[in-house]
């Protein structure tokens, strides 16, 4: 007797009892769309920490954590600006660099006519635009000519605008930044996001603020690889290659990404072991309901069971129809749950602003966990009909 | 074609243990068309269960087509009612949300015929027994005769040797148990054994042969010959 014989069989079974088989089913479907929903928004926010912490673009943020003996040689460690211009252009051999991110910023003054005001000036590489880091709302960018002719050009943060203009359109005006002119060719945009009140800012070619400042030195470096996977290798090598430079054992480092992994790993393992086991607990229980509904199943079929064996059928095939009668039960729970929980999770997503993720493996994981509940509870019902006496099957009433 | 020796079959009630079948000789030839009489309660059923596999003696052999099946396990009883014998019972014993055909297939399920040709041959069943236009009827929709046909369709489907009917005509009327002792006439003509268990002498003497059963015994092992069938 083939699979799909006993398939089709199982199938017209429960059909003709609509309304008990969906009850049943309804454990097996609130539990694995439970387990789809965790594991969618789990992988989803996972993915979302990831990105954020090393950007969209593939950038990783480097870091100058000087040892106790660099301290204490040179107390003035911290007004220093770690990396140097040859650094970058060091660090830009590296082949897995896409791109070096560089800036240095210094607090500083600035005057346009009587009002003077503090702000802090950054001077920024042109792979600072390229990384699409600044966002023009009013004027223009920097254009290639700024940086390479150190044009004393200058972009405003939307607060100094709005406090040192009062509002006015300050593209075009001429501020003094520490007593040099410069004219403002660009406003950016509002800060979006709660917590984010914008501050007084103003953004300058680094030629430009080199030669205002007199110093070279670049406080910010962000590396850019070409992929995600290369980033990791390209922090590891751009660390050895400044710590080499300056002859320092540790003090250049990178965010590490596989202890922040590891770290984010760790919370949704917990997570998903609360909310898996509650899972689990609501798949025990739609597995017992299984499993009940098919000892009765099988106490109301007894005449059936006596006459399939009058007819020939062997103990085994009598267990075999009634196993295949369960897990075809739970499979069909477990592939609505599935269809219940993607639905879920897409959209609680969407309302939570949290992307969410239903990967092949985890329905190809409910789909066969569905049908080891069906096989597991099963067995027990259809034990009980395969040990069935024909005799007294027949004589059922 | 069946040979019985010195069979019993005790049940335990509690602790007590009842003697339903008591040293029960028999055979049947391949060919003959027998009728087990005698009162009610006498044993009739757990004979016939035993004959047809459903059953195992407590005691004693049960030759089947040479072969002896009383130690047999029960897969190859299974496969023994499925192969060589056609059950036909008092309540008919139709599956009622299978059609009629779907019922005559059956036994073919189990045997593990394709698809296609259970089809072909459960139709052929079903025509031979005069149902050709109720094929996809389900038995609700069908008379007592009617399902009673549909199950001897079910029991001669596999070609069976031997047919075993349990007070078929039971829960008919008499114009009906004639037409159905009638159809088991027929098989008999083409070479089936058929033994059937009734009350009725009008049902008995479609048989050529009579065997008489009282408390668990044959009383009377001699052949009533009628002459052969037909
Ligand atoms: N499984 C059983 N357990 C105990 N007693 C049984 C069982 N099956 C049959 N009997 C008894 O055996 C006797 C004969 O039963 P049965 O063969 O059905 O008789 P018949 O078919 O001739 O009416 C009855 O008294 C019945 O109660
Ligand atoms: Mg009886």
Redesign the interface.
Known sequence: ?SFS?NLLMAL??LK?HKMRSILTMLGIIIGVAAVIIVVAIGQGGEAMLKTQITGSGNTIEMFYQPSDEEMKANPNIFQQAPFKQEDIRALEQIPEIKRVVASSTKLSSARFQKDTVDVSTTGINQAYIQLNELKVEKGRNFSTSDFLGGRRTGIVSSKFQEEFFKGENAVGKVIMVANQPIEVIGVLEKPTGLLSFGSMEVYLPFQTWRNIYGSSDFTQVTLQAASAEQLQVAGKKAAKLLNNRHNTEKSYQVINMEEIAQGIGQVTKIMTLIIGSIAGISLFVGGIGVMNIMLVSVTERT??I????????????VLTQFLIESVTLTLIGGILGIFLGWGTATVVSFFAGWPSLVSWQVVLGGVLFSMVIGVVFGLLPANKASKLD??ES?RYE | MIRLESITRSFLLGKESVHVLNGISLSIQSGEFAAIMGPSGSGKSTLM?II?C??KPTEGEYYLGGENVSHYN??EL??V???SIG?V?QQF???P?LSALKNVE??M????VS?KERQARAEEALMKVGLADRMNHLPNALSGGQKQRVAIA?AIV?QPKLILADEPTGALDSKTSMDIMEQFRELNAEGVTIIVVTHESEVAEYANRTILVRDGMIQSPAVLDRGPSI
């Open positions: 007797m014989e017209s079974s003709a005449r059936e006596g006459i399939r064996m009058a007819l020939g059928a062997t103990r085994g095939q024909p005799i027949l | 269960n047809g459903l059953d029960d897969k299974a496969r009612r499925n192969q059950f019972f014993h139709l599956l949300r059956l036994p399920i189990y045997a593990g698809k079910r596999n």
